[in-house]
């Protein structure tokens, strides 16, 4: 069941960001051959350049916009307005659908991530061999550094997986605070925003209270360790933190979805 | 298989300190047609949707073939909603994929037929449909499915007669037999000859709970009537009446 | 023929009725087989239950015979159809003596009055 719950989501993530993913990378393509007009040689190919580059950045920018409105949206008329009652009458468990929609959330950053990492190496004028001469490059660079290549494929790994609990936990915030605002009869749109602070608030102080004296002990632990060892110890140990909160959100979101939930 | 299908105790719920539901004490059994009938307010749709499981009860306990409302029950469990609960962009097919994926009492080849017979073409996206045909989608979606019991929310008002005959033949000629259908209308001349049983709700409390026949050998007039009698003092919506 | 239904009395006796009016009229002809309880249902737009207990009344009144599941067919007994005719015409008739005599005919007046009006038919 929740690979079905699943496919539905990511076919209207595949609907809402259908158009923005290529048009970026279209709009890099174009920049690639517009950037060359910079040099000053015309002045018409001096304000394509400018056009195409203002254009460029204003998609990512957009790209960026429609992925967060993405992932609230989907929560919010998905699960807490009319859409719900099609979600919460199908024979899945609650948590199924938290997970869903949150995996989906995170998969959509992801790949607007990657799209506009990939549209910058699209945009820069470089060809395989540039790309190899890169690697090559980043190769040696580890190499004097005295880290290991499985070190540093693992560290990207870790740090991917890093940004992705970083994303999760964030959009968890935000679907804890929009479950803790339909717990109100009225105004439940503007009571999100007001548990919204009030869930930063509360993970601060809880934070000063609890994570200060477990951080400081970890921070000594991490100390002790040196170079790459070091590297990992401190993502993971970033990753387990995030972990730790997320579980936190999505547990008090599947509770008011289980039992608390009243679409009116 | 649980002989009682639908089992109501002291069923109450609040809306902060409005009270919807009263206490409510309900028994259905299998394979009739049910109406719930009462003016607007009366509670019928919180009634429904504590049963689908969009509504938590304030009190009370609701059991669905045994079981507490969750995905057991949910999946024999087919509701048509007072509203369109779908996403614009999709086609009736895409809807058909949906509900095929989800419940395995699906019947896509009914579906489809339905929608000949209906006059709805299910490859068109629900934006370009009227209001009307988009009531029809739902509703193939709703009959289509061989489930236990079918929570019908006013599936009658608001549609000219011609549409109302034809929604009450389609539940009619579609329903499951062994399944419970549960209508709530305030429009009962309609649908009286209809049902098997009638349920009265009055305030969030049920009144009466017979059945049709019984009625009106007892009162020797229609459940309409009756109806109308009891809920006189109410101030009814619209020119329905 | 259409399916008609008044407000005062359960809609399964007034199914009987017009199931056995539709009988004697040949819309159902002796020893046809008579549609399902669904069609039946459909075609009148009652509920199938309570056009299940309009057709178990016909089979008492021996107007129906067969099961629910091989399907029912009228009865080719003329003498139960005849019979059923006869009560049906018995029940006419007592309905318009009652009406005549509502309006102050005696029986035999009443007889005297329906012989004049046949005459001139």
């Not at chain 1, 935000?174 to 109100?184: E, R």
């Not at chain 1, 100390?223 to 999505?250: K, N």
């Not at chain 3, 509502?102 to 005297?112: H, I, P, Q, R």
């Amino acid at each position: 069941m929740f690979g079905k719950l699943l496919k539905y989501d990511c076919r209207s993530m595949l609907k809402q960001f259908g158009f923005i993913w290529p048009a970026a990378l279209a709009l890099a393509l174009i920049n690639r051959f517009t950037l060359g007009g910079l040099d000053g040689s015309s002045a018409v190919g001096e304000t394509a350049a400018g056009i195409a580059m203002l254009v460029y950045v204003a998609i990512l920018m957009a790209m960026f916009v429609i992925a967060v409105i993405f992932v609230i949206q989907r929560f919010y008329k998905g699960l807490l307005g009319d859409e719900g009652y099609l979600m919460h009458t199908l024979p899945v468990k609650p948590w199924q659908l938290v997970a869903s929609k949150l995996l989906t959330a995170v998969l959509a950053t992801m790949a607007s991530v990657l799209v506009a990492v990939g549209s910058i190496f699209l945009i820069a004028p470089m060809g395989w061999s540039d790309l190899m001469n890169l690697f090559s490059f980043l190769g040696r660079l580890f190499t004097h550094w005295n880290i290991q290549a499985t070190h540093a494929a693992v560290g990207t790994v870790e740090v991917i997986l890093l940004m992705m609990a970083s994303f999760a936990v964030g959009y968890l915030e935000l679907y804890l605070a929009m479950a803790l605002g339909h717990l109100f009869s009225k105004h439940r749109a503007a009571m999100s925003f007001v548990a919204f602070i009030g869930v930063q608030v509360a993970i601060r102080i809880l934070g000063n209270i609890v994570l200060q004296p477990v951080d400081s002990l970890l921070g000594s632990l991490v100390e002790g360790l040196h170079g790459p060892s070091g590297f990992h110890a401190t993502v993971w140990i970033a990753i387990a933190g995030e972990a730790v909160v997320s579980a936190i959100y999505f547990a008090g979101t599947e509770y008011i979805l289980r039992r608390r939930l009243n679409l009116e | 298989m649980n002989d009682l299908l639908v089992t109501c105790t002291a069923l109450t719920k609040r809306y902060g300190r409005k009270t919807a539901l009263a206490g409510v004490n309900l028994e259905l059994g299998r394979g009739r047609i049910v109406g719930l009938l009462g003016p607007n307010g009366s509670g019928k749709t919180t009634l429904i949707k504590i049963l689908c499981g969009l509504l938590q009860p304030s009190e009370g306990a609701v059991l669905v073939d045994g079981a507490p409302v969750g995905p057991y029950t949910k999946s024999i469990i087919s509701y048509l909603p007072d509203r369109m609960y779908f996403a614009d962009w999709m086609k009736a097919t895409d809807l058909f994929d949906l509900f095929a994926d989800f419940y395995s009492d699906f019947d896509r080849t009914r579906a489809m037929s339905m929608c000949a017979s209906l006059g709805v073409t299910p490859s068109d996206r629900l934006k370009s449909m009227s209001k009307g045909t988009k009531e029809k989608v739902q509703l193939v979606l709703v009959m289509a499915r061989k489930a236990q019991l079918y929570l019908l929310d006013e599936p009658i008002a608001g549609v000219d007669p011609a549409a109302r005959d034809f929604i009450l033949g389609t539940i009619l000629t579609n329903y499951n037999e062994s399944g419970t259908v549960l209508l709530s209308t305030h429009l009962i001349s309609d649908i009286e000859k209809v049902l098997d049983e009638a349920v009265f709700l009055k305030d969030g409390a049920v009144t009466l709970h017979d059945t049709v026949d019984a009625i009106r050998e007892r009162e020797g007039k229609s459940v309409d009537a009756l109806f109308r009698e009891i809920f006189r003092a109410h101030d009814f919506e619209g020119g329905a009446f | 023929m259409e399916w008609r239904f008044t407000e005062d009395r359960p809609i399964w006796q007034q199914l009987t009725e017009q199931l056995t009016v539709r009988i004697l009229k040949g819309v159902y002809p002796s020893g046809s087989r008579l549609p399902t309880v669904r069609e039946l249902a459909a075609q009148a737009g009652v509920n199938p239950n309570t056009m299940q207990r309009a057709l178990v009344q016909l089979e008492a009144d021996g107007l129906a015979v067969g099961s629910r599941t091989a399907g029912r067919t009228v009865t080719e007994d003329e003498a139960v159809i005849q019979a059923a005719r006869r009560e049906r015409a018995r029940d006419a008739v007592a309905l318009c003596l009652q009406i005549l005599e509502e309006l102050g005919y005696t029986k035999s007046d009443a007889l005297a009055f329906v012989k004049e009006e046949l005459r001139d038919e």
